[in-house]
């Protein structure tokens, strides 16, 4: 295992596994997760968290260096931003359906738009909270917070105040 740096972690723990005569449900079992995300890990549709990689290296008896690339880590990156970028489209959707939903209901006196302008309103404000990718919650420098993390609070609690007024509104004209 040593000094094979161009395996991907998939190909890795599934080599370890098997070399150490464990099927996924054994894994899962002796690390403290289930099958299906050993499953994933194997298939290359995620990667374990820095507590289950150590657990994994102590189990095997191997460095998390070892186990884990540069590549797979960016491979992780991109698939985190992509997930990302999915719900940000989708929660800049439900914020668009809300305005015309609250619009409409005003403009043709419908009631019944109210609600489903709350319900996307709602929507928008539950996937707003999960776009962040992962890797750029785990920042802990002062400059950071100043110029990356405080402008996205404030650009957050300024959409959330104008959903909550429309929130407000809508439930005024029921």
Same mark, same amino acid.
């Given at each position: 295992? /040593?000094?094979? !740096?161009?395996? /991907?972690?998939?190909? /890795?723990?599934?080599?370890? %596994?098997? #070399?150490?005569?464990?099927?996924?449900?054994?894994?899962?079992?002796?690390?403290?997760?289930? =099958?299906? @995300?050993?499953?994933?890990?194997? +298939?290359?549709?995620g990667l374990p968290s820095i507590d289950? $990689?150590? @657990?994994?290296?102590?189990? !095997?008896?191997?460095?998390?260096?070892?186990?884990? &690339?540069? /590549?797979?880590? #960016?491979? #992780?990156?991109?698939?985190? #931003?992509?997930?990302?970028?999915? %719900?940000?489209?989708? @929660?800049?959707?439900?914020?668009? $359906?809300?305005?015309? &939903?609250?619009?409409? @209901?005003?403009?043709?006196?419908?009631?019944?738009?109210? +609600?489903?302008?709350?319900?996307?309103?709602?929507?928008?404000?539950?996937?707003?909270? &999960?776009? =962040?990718? =992962?890797?750029?919650?785990?920042? &802990?420098?002062?400059?950071?917070?100043?110029?990356?993390? !405080?402008?996205?609070i404030i650009s957050r609690i300024v959409?959330?105040? !104008?959903?909550?007024?429309?929130?407000?509104? +809508?439930?005024?004209?029921?």
């Amino acid at each position: 295992m /040593k000094g094979d !740096f161009k395996i /991907k972690f998939s190909d /890795k723990l599934k080599q370890l %596994r098997k #070399e150490n005569n464990l099927t996924q449900d054994d894994l899962a079992e002796k690390i403290f997760v289930t =099958r299906t @995300a050993i499953s994933k890990w194997e +298939t290359d549709k995620g990667l374990p968290s820095i507590d289950i $990689l150590k @657990a994994i290296s102590n189990l !095997f008896n191997v460095s998390i260096d070892d186990l884990i &690339s540069d /590549k797979d880590i #960016e491979i #992780e990156k991109i698939y985190d #931003e992509k997930k990302s970028k999915q %719900r940000y489209i989708f @929660a800049i959707t439900c914020l668009i $359906l809300s305005t015309i &939903s609250i619009l409409f @209901a005003y403009i043709l006196q419908l009631k019944q738009l109210n +609600t489903i302008g709350i319900i996307f309103a709602i929507l928008y404000c539950i996937i707003g909270l &999960s776009i =962040r990718p =992962r890797y750029k919650k785990v920042l &802990s420098k002062k400059s950071v917070f100043l110029h990356v993390i !405080f402008p996205y609070i404030i650009s957050r609690i300024v959409i959330l105040l !104008f959903v909550i007024g429309m929130i407000i509104y +809508t439930i005024v004209q029921l």
